[in-house]
């Protein structure tokens, strides 16, 4: 009984996980179909907020690739030359991207990214720092 106690207070958005992001108001973003871009090196943060915006605002949230966000040191240059490629393909059914510009660090192939986005879609575009509550 005791074990099954715990099992039904498992809970991932607990306040600790949430604690992390209360100071961003990802209720600004009013679109769907919302495109997660941004550096590798925030991962944890990709993960995150995925689950964030899926749970509490119910958006279906899009990633280039889970292993390239996981294990990009594993990908030569041609692999991940086409992984890029699919994200930039995968953006025409987006209708709005998230940019994790942590640190207001935005890599070369995220600006490529939001670079398509914005000059051939012509869609929303939010970044992650516009969306701290003042």
């Known amino acids: 009984m005791y074990i099954f106690a715990i099992m039904m207070?498992?809970?991932r958005l607990?306040?600790?996980?949430?604690?992390?992001f209360e100071a961003y108001d990802?209720?600004?973003?009013?679109?769907?179909?919302?495109?997660?871009?941004?550096s590798i090196r925030f991962?944890?943060?990709?993960?995150?907020?995925e689950s964030i915006l899926q749970i509490i605002y119910k958006k279906l949230v899009g990633v280039c690739s889970v292993d390239g966000?996981?294990?990009?040191?594993?990908?030569?240059?041609?692999?991940?030359?086409?992984?890029?490629e699919i994200a930039i393909r995968k953006l025409k059914d987006q209708d709005a991207i998230l940019v994790l510009?942590?640190?207001?660090?935005?890599?070369?192939?995220?600006?490529?990214e939001i670079e398509h986005f914005e000059s051939h879609l012509h869609k929303?575009?939010?970044?992650?720092?516009?969306l701290r509550k003042i």
């Not at 990802?26 to 941004?38: D, H, N």
């Not at 991962?43 to 907020?49: E, L, N, Q, Y």
């Open 69 to 84: 966000l996981l294990n990009k040191e594993k990908f030569n240059d041609q692999e991940w030359d086409k992984l890029q």
């Open 14 to 20: 607990n306040k600790n996980f949430l604690d992390e």
């Open 124 to 130: 929303p575009i939010y970044y992650l720092s516009g």
């Open 43 to 49: 991962k944890d943060h990709f993960i995150k907020i």
């Open 9 to 11: 207070k498992k809970e």
């Open 101 to 112: 510009d942590v640190d207001n660090y935005i890599g070369k192939q995220s600006r490529e």
């Open 26 to 38: 990802f209720s600004k973003i009013k679109e769907e179909k919302i495109y997660l871009v941004g």
